[in-house]
């Protein structure tokens, strides 16, 4: 596996700086769209640790946010920094990534014709949707586990097992608050209309279990008609850490 130096100088291939400053009043009314959007709904339905993340981090309305002021918020509580991207890494490098708490994040924003759906992940995706969750030192240590597992999937069947823990946790989990499901999965959290689904009648909540997890199937073009809720994040580095143990043997 690789160590947390040779991601920062070899694997971060798509590396480049945000230049925070060249961002358009156009670019910053997108974002000032979408968190106005998201938020006047997620106050009631988000889980109270992506809310509070999202403070934490200095997430505001009023313009993108600057990565360099995000991680100097991030990096001392959690050892995490978001790691501005030029496009998709490949999964060796995303993973070791993981491993080394960066987060590689995309830069570009959607364009306002495009502000109801993008078919890639742009920064409100993967800022507003997934970096709040990384100022939770339980979510961070997951994250941090399950980049270190998914590196070592050799086989089909290893892939596609961290490729349904990766979906139904990071990307679609909703947790247990006060008895009801709250989203944190960032295509839950950057998403109304999912999010809606995920929250709906039509949509199978099970109580969320590896065994459960790894057995379910999905689709990345249509709403998700089963999800699994946790208890609690603990519950997710105990899943992955189940998992290392079932590669090794």
């Known amino acids: 596996m690789l160590t947390a130096d040779e991601v920062e100088t070899k694997t971060i291939s798509q590396a480049v700086q945000q230049n925070w400053e060249r961002y ?42 600057n990565l360099d002021e995000v991680n100097r918020r991030l990096g001392p509580r959690t050892g ?4 501005p991207v030029g496009g998709f890494l490949p999964a ?23 502000i109801d759906y993008v078919p890639e992940p742009d920064i409100f995706h993967d800022v507003f949707g997934h970096v709040p969750l990384h100022s939770d030192p339980p979510f961070a240590d997951f ?50 209309g999912d999010a809606a689904n995920a929250l709906g ?25 089963t999800l699994f809720v946790v208890d609690a994040f603990d519950q997710l580095y105990e899943a992955v850490d189940a998992i290392t143990e079932r590669m090794a043997s």
Not at 80 to 83: L, P, Q, T
Not at 203 to 222: K, W, Y
């Open 201 to 225: 009648p039509t949509c199978n909540r099970r109580p969320f279990t590896l065994d459960g997890v790894i057995s379910q199937s999905f689709r990345i073009d249509q709403l998700q008609d």
């Open 92 to 114: 060796k490098e995303f993973f070791a990534s993981l491993s080394a708490r960066r987060f590689p994040t995309t830069v570009t924003i959607r364009s306002r014709e495009s």
């Open 143 to 192: 994250l941090q586990k399950f980049g270190q597992t998914a590196a070592m999937a050799r086989t089909p069947e290893e892939v596609e097992m961290m490729a349904r823990l990766f979906w139904f946790t990071i990307e679609f989990g909703l947790i247990d608050e006060n008895s009801k499901p709250k989203i944190y999965g960032s295509g839950l959290i950057s998403s109304s």
């Open 80 to 83: 995490w920094n978001a790691v």
């Open 24 to 65: 358009t009043s156009a670019d910053h009314e997108v974002w000032q769209i979408l968190y106005a959007r998201r938020m006047e709904q997620l106050e009631s339905t988000a889980s109270r640790i992506f809310l509070d993340g999202a403070k934490l981090i200095g997430l505001e309305q009023n313009e993108i946010p």
